[in-house]
């Protein structure tokens, strides 16, 4: 009875199993569906179809950079990122607080971290889709290429902010030529926002 039961079960919808196999698409929904939205807004008003997909595409890009920014904010000024100051009295204004702070500040800064790693889950696939039977060589080059691209993103969106005026290169006053390329360099390495977020996860739970 109970074998019976189990194969008329089998044919049936498994939630689980559904999202486990659309994993991928649903995360992409989820990370980027606020983005989108918003763009699709914007391109309606300025009757620019296109818009929604180059801001996608810029997020994609720019996902590094974005959280070294972000992380730059949480230290300097939060209320900027989070959206309002933290309150001192009231239990809406604690709640409306705590929302800004899991939209504006945590699910932003996971969208983020999920966009950085897309275009590797992108290579990965494309390369098994030429060679499937050595997965630990295709994997070892797609983190390569992935690896190159963000030096390369790092490095266009630098040059990008030096020629239109924004700093994002701080020299230290006073150091040497080989401190400061290496104050550079670290702007234009993978992962630098990343790094700074873990760091600065880290300096709040020593202090």
């Known amino acids: 009875m109970n074998e019976g039961f189990i194969a008329s ?3 049936g919808f498994s939630l689980f199993g559904f999202i486990w196999r659309y994993k991928f ?3 992409l929904i989820l990370f980027t569906l606020p983005a989108v939205i918003s763009s699709i807004v914007v391109a309606i ?7 929604p997909f180059f801001q996608l595409a810029e997020r994609i890009f ?5 959280i070294n920014q972000d992380v730059n904010l949480l230290i300097n000024n939060p209320s900027a990122l989070v959206g309002m100051a933290y309150p001192e009295t009231g239990i809406w204004k604690h709640f409306v607080f705590g929302w800004l702070f899991f939209w504006n500040v945590i699910w932003k800064i996971f ?4 966009l950085i790693f897309l275009p590797l889950l992108i290579m990965i696939k494309l390369i098994n889709l030429g060679d499937t039977t050595s997965p630990a060589k295709n994997l070892i080059k797609a983190i390569v290429y992935f690896l190159l691209y963000l030096f390369i993103a790092n ?3 630098a040059i ?6 924004k700093i994002t290169i701080n020299i230290n006053p006073g150091e040497n030529i080989f401190t400061e390329y290496l104050q550079t360099t670290l702007v234009l390495l993978p992962f630098h926002g990343v790094v700074n977020l873990l760091v600065y996860i880290v300096n709040l739970f020593i202090h």
């Open 62 to 66: 720019t996902a590094d950079n974005v």
């Open 25 to 27: 698409w649903i995360a």
């Open 45 to 51: 008003n300025t009757s620019d179809p296109t818009l």
């Open 155 to 157: 490095s266009v969106i």
């Open 111 to 114: 969208s983020e971290i999920w």
């Open 9 to 11: 079960a089998e044919p």
């Open 160 to 165: 990008h902010d030096l020629a239109v005026g």
